[in-house]
């Protein structure tokens, strides 16, 4: 029913691209997660803004990341991938340091906006590493074998900011700086494997280097971006503010969800390309949805005995949402500009969805159970049904 796009051209450069780029994309999605626990700490407790600004530290991203793909754009090949990644990895070391140090919450802004630049940069290199390590008929696998990646990474990062956190929220920062300088040690060391890949097709419009399909693609990456906003910024800071929820109990909520994200990716990856991206899709919006409602339920039963299991179905349900997108409406072959550009649409629905849920924190003034109990089951709706709109519009695209 949908025709899944890319290079029908075989490549036999072995597993090693996909280790490499799973490695890199690993180590670079660690520093975010870590701050996720220690969210309400690190901007309310620290510099005394409300929890609505809070929410600006997860979205100033976006403003870095429209800024990472006017460089790509203006660059295109003027540099190799692995200049370009080192170069994001040092950066985004410098400002996480200058996160650190800063006292001023505006700096501490503008700083954020920035790494959230050299963050594009860091993930979408990888990405297209991994989808052009192999043939096309296990796309989707290898990409959802990048996801999996990714959600240990995520998993990772989460219980290392819940542990490293408690005490002072900037150490959290620093040991994200570390990291950054090990990551551009190992790019440097593997330069010529990231730089190892065919040159990319040039887009048939110099104006954009998206294919129509892809503006679907980028739209199933802001929605899952916007619904990830909403699990991983307004749920803590609710669940901070009004429940009696530790940070390890939080802790472990987020990294059993990132865990059933990582086993089940990669499996989810393989049934897209035997049975279809779209199916795949369907079915795990709909896991997403009915988690969320089910965290609704909060207002009738304790929050510790709903959490886990609701973050859990999600995460299940999360990891099938992405390598079923990126099978069904992206190019194997597609260019670092395409992969930021994604990444791009990814940041604006997390932006959305930060910024979304920070003002109805702010202007809708209820309790944080009763937010939580309403927030949350629109959202999946919502969720389910945008995702149905777009797969109709693959369809139809499909048709003509």
């Known amino acids: 029913m949908f025709a899944t796009i890319g290079d029908k051209s075989k490549h036999s450069r072995g597993k090693h691209p996909l280790i490499v780029g799973c490695l890199l994309l690993g180590l670079a999605a660690v520093p975010d997660a870590m701050v996720v626990p220690v969210l309400h700490d690190l901007t309310v407790e620290r510099f005394g803004v409300s929890e609505g ?8 991203n976006l403003l870095g990341a429209v800024l990472a ?6 660059l295109k090949r003027r540099l190799s991938s692995s200049v370009l990644f080192i170069s994001a990895a040092v950066l985004s070391a410098i400002f996480m340091a200058l996160m650190a140090l800063s006292t001023s919450w505006w700096l501490f802004l503008l700083f954020r906006c920035f790494e959230g630049g050299a963050d594009l940069l860091l993930l979408s290199i990888p990405f297209r590493l991994i989808a052009g390590a192999g043939e096309n008929e296990r796309y989707a696998g290898r990409i959802g074998g990048g996801f999996t990646a990714m959600m240990v990474a995520l998993a990772i990062g989460v219980g290392f900011g819940s542990a490293i956190g408690s005490e002072s929220p900037e150490s959290v920062l620093w040991t994200g700086t570390g990291i950054m300088a090990v990551l551009a040690l190992i790019a440097a060391y593997v330069r010529r494997t990231v730089d190892n890949l065919p040159p990319s097709p040039l887009p048939d419009s110099q104006t954009c280097p998206l294919i ?13 971006r916007g619904l990830a906003a909403l699990v991983s910024t307004s749920l803590p800071i609710l669940l901070a503010s009004g429940f009696n929820i530790t940070k390890m109990t939080l802790g472990v909520a987020l990294v059993g969800m990132f865990l059933s994200l990582a086993v089940f990716s990669a499996p989810v990856g393989l049934l897209a390309d035997r049975y279809g991206g779209a199916k795949i899709r369907l079915i795990a919006s709909l896991m997403c949805g009915i988690a969320l409602a089910g965290l609704g339920l909060m207002v009738w039963l304790p929050p510790v005995v ?4 609701c973050l859990l179905m999600y995460g299940v349900g999360a990891s099938g949402l992405m390598p079923s997108a990126f099978s069904v409406a992206v ?10 550009s994604l990444q791009a649409a990814g940041q604006a629905g997390y932006a959305l969805g930060v910024l979304g ?4 924190i702010t202007v809708v003034v209820l309790p944080p159970d009763l937010m939580i109990g309403r927030l949350f089951p629109i959202a999946g709706f919502l ?11 693959l369809r139809t695209m499909a048709k003509r």
Do not use: K, T
């Not at 793909?69 to 203006?74: D, E, K, M």
């Not at 129509?212 to 199933?220: L, Q, S, T, Y």
């Not at 849920?357 to 109805?360: I, S």
């Not at 969720?383 to 519009?393: D, P, Q, S």
């Open 53 to 60: 600004s809070a929410h600006y530290f997860m979205a100033i």
């Open 69 to 74: 793909i006017g460089v790509l754009a203006f």
């Open 212 to 224: 129509p399909r892809e503006w679907v693609g980028a739209g199933f990456y802001a929605l899952d």
């Open 306 to 309: 709903l959490l886990v299991p």
């Open 331 to 340: 190019r194997q072959d597609a260019s670092n500009l395409v992969f930021g």
């Open 357 to 360: 849920g920070g003002l109805l």
């Open 383 to 393: 969720f389910i049904v945008c995702n149905c709109l777009l797969l109709f519009a």
